[in-house]
T-cell receptor, first 112, second 112 residues
Framework: DAGITQSPRYKITETGRQVTLMCHQTWSHSYMFWYRQDLGHGLRLIYYSAAADITDKGEVPDGYVVSRSKTENFPLTLESATRSQTSVYFC???????????FGPGTRLTVT | KQEVTQIPAALSVPEGENLVLNCSFTDSAIYNLQWFRQDPGKGLTSLLLIQSSQREQTSGRLNASLDKSSGRSTLYIAASQPGDSATYLCAVREDSSYKLIFGSGTRLLVRP
């Protein structure tokens, strides 16, 4: 399917476990982003990537790790999940010469 | 630090009414401003993007305006329909940055 996809769509995990959220885009966009959405905070940027092997921290990076070995994939890993990381996570992408960001459908993560 | 505010947080109107959603930002040095729509449990859909040099953008029944000097943008929805019910988010991209800074959104309900 063309566009930007995220998996899983829903995930329940326990405190202390490692979990990886996947993001895949078919447009060969240079830029990719990870946001989390929480009530009262809106969307906040976790990490972003300008190209393969180039990543940088956003507003709330603590507790998260990203990698970008291929242009089309941008996985987000919670190394040791905490309850405060319960949230909805959105991946987004943008072309090099484009102004708009395009969002995936989101992953709802619950940490118990 | 840039802050984006959307007022009101929620709005309920009868079908057919014209309405205005507001977005304000604290630092006028923005690159562009983007309006999104978010349906419950779904990702974000881009509605309109206004470059900093533009005053407004139109798409169908939607019209977005931008006044950089006063730090304000409005989204005008003409002849509202129940299908317009969603949360509307505005986001600013600052100069020389890939990052979007989001408002908390306005939750719109259009009553039949």
């Amino acid at each position: 399917d063309a566009g930007i996809t995220q998996s899983p769509r829903y995930k329940i995990t326990e405190t202390g476990r490692q979990v990886t959220l996947m993001c895949h885009q078919t447009w060969s966009h240079s830029y990719m982003f990870w946001y989390r959405q929480d009530l009262g905070h809106g969307l906040r940027l976790i990490y972003y990537s300008a190209a393969a092997d180039i990543t940088d921290k956003g507003e709330v990076p603590d507790g998260y790790v990203v990698s970008r070995s291929k242009t089309e994939n941008f996985p987000l890993t919670l190394e040791s999940a905490t309850r405060s990381q319960t949230s909805v996570y959105f991946c987004a992408s943008r072309g090099l010469s484009s102004y708009e960001q395009y969002f995936g459908p989101g992953t709802r993560l619950t940490v118990t | 630090k840039q802050e984006v505010t959307q007022i009101p947080a929620a709005l309920s109107v009868p079908e057919g009414e014209n309405l205005v959603l507001n977005c304000s930002f604290t630092d006028s040095a923005i690159y562009n401003l983007q309006w999104f729509r978010q349906d419950p449990g779904k990702g974000l859909t881009s509605l309109l993007l206004i470059q900093s040099s533009q005053r407004e953008q139109t798409s169908g029944r939607l019209n977005a305006s931008l006044d950089k000097s006063s730090g304000r943008s409005t989204l005008y929805i003409a002849a509202s329909q129940p299908g317009d019910s969603a949360t509307y988010l505005c986001a600013v991209r600052e100069d020389s940055s890939y990052k979007l800074i989001f408002g908390s959104g306005t939750r719109l309900l259009v009553r039949p």
